[in-house]
């Protein structure tokens, strides 16, 4: 049965864990900002889908293999906890290759689709380059940090990414103004946080060695069903990363149309600041996620109840808090990144951060319930969840809106989006329950 305290522990670990990696973009953001100015500012908005992209395939990987590693020790079926370990590390080759390849040969074609033209051109062709390149660090960071996490080490875990973070912050200032190497510099900061985590996880190296062999030849046959498990398990997370980063490459040529570069500038702003609350949601969630797998290996369905309500308190708190704080802050916020005085943008980011923010309520039920299905290896709601409030209900509704109410209707259509997919959220879980009385 889960305690009160390990819960917290759980959800406080994650929480700082997630913080700390979504850093990693916020920390450019705001150094960029100070240095390169709108237009650094601009370009970074440009390429944080592929940020996204990265980071999703990693999320995925991560949270499949770490909810199969999970159930598997909860049964206390050790062969199949290396094998899910061993099949998760195989699936990321094929995407490091594919990562690599565009990062070689295609990061100038990347750059021209993601809408960078003119000065934005340069800056976010060497900062895409540079986080194709440096790919496999990414995964592998996301990959054994949730593994880790899941094997009864999320100190060590949450350790090792925040020292990623802080490295990041450190290797920002450094690189950015005593050494003036701009755009090229914030990136490679970014892109040596993992590395510099990962030197970290490796101390469990041992400990995961020595109790699962992954290595053993007998975990090292080829099982299709474990990818399937790995792969349909992690999809929800992947989605849920690379809908925000489809989010911001729409809102980006809506806000370019609408108000020009000071437009997505404005935006850059504020989808960093929802990024971190939103990673700060998604640590709960993550949280959550060993304990309800844990729970479901054990087919204890009491605890699993306990686990799920804790969390929905625990995120609708913290939802509700970060909406009051970025409403009544808004102004002071913005000014924050915003050292050229640009009196536009911050006219602009200052108006739709409070409607913006007033959706992250629902965003954070959505992100826990998602994520409580997935736990559970039950990956269809799970998927739905994440591909309605991703994708099938912002995208028409954010251009529908700004059609009807401009850049007004932009910000407004995130709320919007997150209410209708709490709606059908809702009913997923209420038909589950009526389906497995005894589920929840």
């Known amino acids: 049965m889960t305690k009160p305290r390990e819960f ?39 390429a944080i889908p592929v940020y996204s992209l990265i980071n999703g395939s990693g999320l995925m990987l991560g949270t499949g293999g770490a909810v199969r590693y999970a159930v598997c020790c909860g049964r206390g079926n050790r062969d199949e906890a290396a094998q899910a370990l061993y099949h998760t590390l195989l699936l990321a080759v094929p995407l490091c290759v594919v990562f690599l390849i565009a ?18 051109y340069p800056m976010a062709q060497v900062y895409i380059q540079c986080l194709l390149l440096f790919s496999p660090a990414f995964l ?13 080490a999320p100190q060590l875990a949450t350790v090792a990414m925040l020292s990623g973070s802080f490295s990041n912050i450190i290797l920002d200032m450094v690189f950015l103004f005593p050494l003036g190497m701009g755009m090229f510099g914030a990136v ?29 030849w007998e975990n ?32 980006n040529f809506l806000f370019l149309g609408l108000l020009g570069s000071v437009g997505v500038a404005a935006y850059g702003v504020i989808a960093n600041l929802s990024l971190v609350a939103c990673a700060m949601m998604t640590g709960v969630a993550q949280g959550m996620q060993p304990l309800v797998s844990r729970a479901w290996g054990r087919e204890d369905r009491h605890d699993m109840q306990r686990v799920l309500r804790w969390s929905l308190i625990t995120v609708l708190s913290l939802a509700v808090a970060i ?22 943008l911050q006219d602009i980011a200052t108006a739709g951060l409070p409607l913006y923010a007033i959706g992250l309520p629902a965003a954070g039920i959505n992100i826990v319930l998602a994520m409580f299905f997935a736990a559970r290896e039950n990956p269809v709601p799970a998927q739905g969840i994440t591909l309605l409030r991703g994708l ?24 919007a989006a997150e209410g209708l997919t709490l709606l059908v959220a809702a009913f997923w879980y209420h038909r589950e329950k009526r389906k497995q009385p005894h589920m929840v």
């Open 220 to 251: 090292r046959r080829m099982q299709w069903s474990v990818w399937r498990v790995v792969f349909t398990t992690g999809l929800p997370a992947f989605f849920t990363e690379i809908s925000s980063g489809v989010v911001i490459l729409v809102f």
């Open 8 to 46: 917290f522990r759980y959800i406080l670990l994650h929480v700082a864990s997630m913080l700390g990696l979504s850093c990693y973009i916020l920390a450019d953001t705001f150094f960029v900002a100070q240095s390169l100015g709108a237009d650094g500012l601009a370009a970074l908005n440009l």
């Open 140 to 152: 592998l960071n996301q990959i054994m940090g949730a593994v880790i996490r899941n094997d009864g």
């Open 188 to 216: 490679l900061a970014t892109c040596l946080a993992p590395i510099i985590s990962l030197s970290i996880l490796s101390l469990h190296r041992r400990s995961l060695r020595r109790r699962h062999h992954p290595w053993r």
């Open 103 to 120: 990062g070689g040969f295609f990061s100038g074609d990347v750059a021209l689709l993601l809408g960078a033209q003119g000065n934005l």
């Open 323 to 344: 909406t009051v704080g970025l409403c009544a802050g808004a102004a002071p916020v913005v000014q924050a990144f915003d050292t050229e005085g640009n009196r536009a």
């Open 392 to 415: 099938i209900f912002i995208i028409p509704l954010a251009w529908l809106m700004s059609v009807c109410w401009q850049a007004t209707g932009v910000w407004l259509s995130f709320p």
